[in-house]
């Protein structure tokens, strides 16, 4: 990698795991110059400066197939699939939608503060959203970047799923060298590892159990869990008598109507923090008291679960679309045009 290539990476450290999704997309420059000169009738010049203005939607950026002019390409020497154009005419649009909130507001800031504002280089498009369409835009990345063919993706998820839920634990650390994650029949909240197992309390694991069937029930007939392969009235069956649909206040019978609220459930992410942090904080105190994390106690306990108004709230969702890639490439094709 160039260093000019490496000062182009934007620096995400400060954002929680799971709370920035990057899309990349292609853009044919020879496609796009064709249209406005050739069907739109335009000088090259001034072809030029409206492409320069030119800004995808947000929807274009991100969706799962491109459309044209843009394409997608894992390869290292990409050509356009529309006119077969090779490397220097495709520019890269680098998008990052960041879920706004409590946990990433401060860092998207100081992000933004940061970028360079001339000529439009860098664009924010808001979008409102909700926890739901979040939970399963998340659901759906983490299950593109998995094998789920190799077991392995199962403490991979796993491990996504708890980086999500308490983003401010060193799960990295947690993580290493793991070999198993096992349901705890000792601990009623929390987690704890025991040599190369992890044992997480019953309903952490139930949650876990629920992601990884959400995450690969499109793949296979039913989802594939560490309790094997289940069918979402297996999974709604071990959930109810594991204690966790009643711990959660779910009394439904209706399979439908059970994973509707567990969905709900598993969206609203205030909820998850609070009973972790709390369990946490035991933790640090008894087994590591030099290791200090302040945290504000919200402990939710005490409080009789309200099924019916846990709705889905409204969620805020900041793109970052670089255009840098694009300006300059659009410089170059057009000089090359205009000679
Ligand atoms: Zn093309």
């Given amino acids: 990698m160039t260093a000019t290539a490496k000062r182009r990476e934007l620096d995400l450290t400060a954002f929680p795991s799971g709370t920035v999704t990057e899309f990349t997309t292609l853009v044919c420059l020879a496609c796009i110059f064709d249209i406005f000169t050739k069907q739109l009738g ?113 403490i991979e998820a796993t491990r996504k799923y708890l980086e999500r839920r308490e983003p401010k634990t060193n799960w990295e650390e947690v993580f290493d060298e793991l ?75 209706d399979p439908g109507e059970v994973f509707e609220k567990l969905i709900d459930h598993l969206a609203a992410k205030h909820e998850w923090v609070g009973s972790l942090e709390v369990s946490e904080k035991k933790k640090t105190t008894k087994k590591n008291a030099s290791k200090k ?12 679960p309200e099924p019916d108004q846990i709705l889905a709230e409204p969620v805020k969702l900041h793109y970052l679309i670089d255009r840098r890639d694009f300006l300059e490439k659009a410089k170059s094709v057009y000089a090359s045009y205009a000679a």
């Fill in 42 to 154: 335009l000088a090259p010049r001034t072809a030029f400066s409206e492409i320069k203005r030119h800004s995808p939607t947000v929807e274009e950026l991100t969706a799962r197939q491109a459309s044209r002019p843009y394409f997608d390409s894992e390869e290292k020497h990409p050509h356009c699939p529309y006119c077969g154009s090779a490397k220097r005419w495709l520019a890269r649009f680098d998008t990052y939608c960041i879920e706004g909130g409590k946990t990433t507001d401060a860092a998207r800031r100081a992000l933004l503060k940061k970028l360079p504002k001339a000529d439009d280089q860098f664009l924010v498009v808001e979008k409102k959203s909700d926890s739901r369409a979040v939970l399963f835009e998340w659901l759906d990345t983490l299950g593109l970047n998995v094998d789920l063919n190799d077991e392995a993706w199962l």
């Fill in 179 to 253: 070999r198993g994650v096992r349901r705890s029949s000792r601990l009623t909240e929390g987690w704890e590892r025991d040599g190369a197992r992890l044992f997480l309390a019953p309903p952490l694991y139930s949650e876990a159990i629920l992601i990884q069937y959400l995450v690969s029930r499109s793949h296979a007939h039913g989802g594939l869990t560490l309790e094997g392969r289940l069918t979402l009235m297996e999974l709604i069956r071990r959930l109810r008598y594991s204690g966790y649909l009643e711990q959660i206040g779910i009394t439904e019978r």
């Fill in 293 to 304: 994390t302040a945290k504000k106690s919200r402990s939710t306990k005490g409080t009789p």
